[in-house]
Nanobody, 124 residues
Framework: QVQLVESGGGLVQAGGSLRLSCGASGRTYRNYAMGWFRQAPGKERDFVAAINWSRSTTYYADSVKGRFTISRDNAKNTVYLQMNSLILEDTAVYYC?????????????????WGQGTQVTVSS
């Protein structure tokens, strides 16, 4: 029904920057929130950032506040994650997710659709 495709991952040195994109296609809801999550091998999937439909509300994990910025272009059905000052601990597979609600959420269980993930590797 809804397909999400992430792009922009790759290898970057610590202190560098990277911008992830996630495009939604298929049947999208009228007003939907979007989020970014990440998962390292052997660890749980962690919340990173979320944004509501109107862009009036954003949430960030404490570990990325001040370094990451979530944004969206509703006309393009695309959400972005700008990552600056990257550190080794940011290494993970990053997933975008869509929630069939206009209200943003930090809980992975509240999202209805997920992308395939894109690998981000930060090197020293």
């Amino acid at each position: 029904q809804v397909q999400l495709v992430e792009s922009g991952g790759g290898l970057v040195q610590a202190g560098g920057s990277l911008r992830l994109s996630c495009g939604a296609s298929g049947r999208t809801y009228r007003n939907y929130a979007m989020g970014w999550f990440r998962q390292a091998p052997g660890k749980e999937r962690d919340f990173v950032a979320a944004i509501n439909w109107s862009r009036s509300t954003t949430y960030y994990a404490d570990s990325v506040k001040g370094r990451f910025t979530i944004s969206r272009d509703n006309a393009k059905n695309t959400v972005y994650l700008q990552m600056n000052s990257l550190i080794l601990e940011d290494t993970a597979v990053y997933y975008c997710a869509l929630r069939s609600s206009e209200v943003a959420s930090t809980a992975s269980t509240s999202y209805d659709y997920w992308g395939q993930g894109t690998q981000v590797t930060v090197s020293s």
